[in-house]
T-cell receptor, first 113, second 110 residues
Framework: EAQVTQNPRYLITVTGKKLTVTCSQNMNHEYMSWYRQDPGLGLRQIYY???????DKGDVPEGYKVSRKEKRNFPLILESPSPNQTSLYFCASRKQGGYQPQHFGDGTRLSIL | GQQLNQSPQSMFIQEGEDVSMNCTSS?????WLWYKQEPGEGPVLLIA?????ELTSNGRLTAQFGITRKDSFLNISASIPSDVGIYFC??????????FGQGTELSVKP
């Protein structure tokens, strides 16, 4: 089954404690991206990757890092989380070229205390 | 970053009623998309629109790509309880980036 898998689904942690949210897709998609969803703001792109070792900033990259060492994985790293990063995060992937539908993961709810 | 203006923000309707929501942008998009998000899940694509003026249906859902390429609307006819969720419009920029609207939260009363 075609899937985008995020882990963990829920995490409560404290300010400053580094965390990583993993994202994996099994569709051999080139393009992957991370979004955060906040009430009244919709989904905003944090980072995206067009292919292995190619990443770029989205609209709200501050406080986040990503890496793309393998095609299937695109982890989101919060080196020093702060309360304003409390949000619902989605990873998505799609094939490159023209418009291809994005497949979203089921989301990760992060609470930073 | 740019955002789309989506309205209304929320709707409370009776089962069987029709629903209409829309998105506007200050920029032109070549592709408009409509997604639905249910609790605990990621957005799922409902309809994709590729040409200005295009009207596309998917069951009880109908969406149109505005002639100016700066707006789109989604209609749901004869709503049912499982239509509950958050509906997002999205415009696709040339370099493949999706810009999302703020979402319309739909509640359907049986």
């Amino acid at each position: 089954e075609a899937q985008v898998t995020q882990n963990p689904r829920y995490l409560i942690t404290v300010t400053g404690k580094k965390l990583t949210v993993t994202c994996s897709q099994n569709m051999n998609h080139e393009y992957m991206s991370w979004y955060r969803q906040d009430p009244g703001l919709g989904l905003r792109q944090i980072y995206y990757s067009m292919n292995v070792e190619v990443t770029d900033k989205g609209d709200v990259p501050e406080g986040y890092k990503v890496s793309r060492k393998e095609k299937r994985n695109f982890p989101l790293i919060l080196e020093s989380p702060s309360p304003n990063q409390t949000s619902l995060y989605f990873c998505a992937s799609r094939k490159q070229g023209g418009y291809q539908p994005q497949h979203f993961g089921d989301g990760t709810r992060l609470s930073i205390l | 970053g740019q955002q789309l203006n989506q309205s209304p923000q929320s709707m409370f309707i009776q089962e069987g009623e029709d629903v209409s929501m829309n998105c506007t942008s200050s920029s032109i998009f070549n592709t408009w998309l409509w997604y639905k998000q249910e609790p605990g899940e990621g957005p799922v694509l409902l309809i994709a629109l590729y040409k200005a003026g295009e009207l596309t249906s998917n069951g009880r859902l109908t969406a149109q790509f505005g002639i100016t390429r700066k707006d789109s609307f989604l209609n749901i006819s004869a709503s049912i309880p499982s239509d509950v969720g958050i509906y997002f419009c999205a415009g696709l920029e040339l370099r493949g980036k999706l810009i999302f609207g703020q979402g319309t939260e739909l509640s359907v009363k049986p």
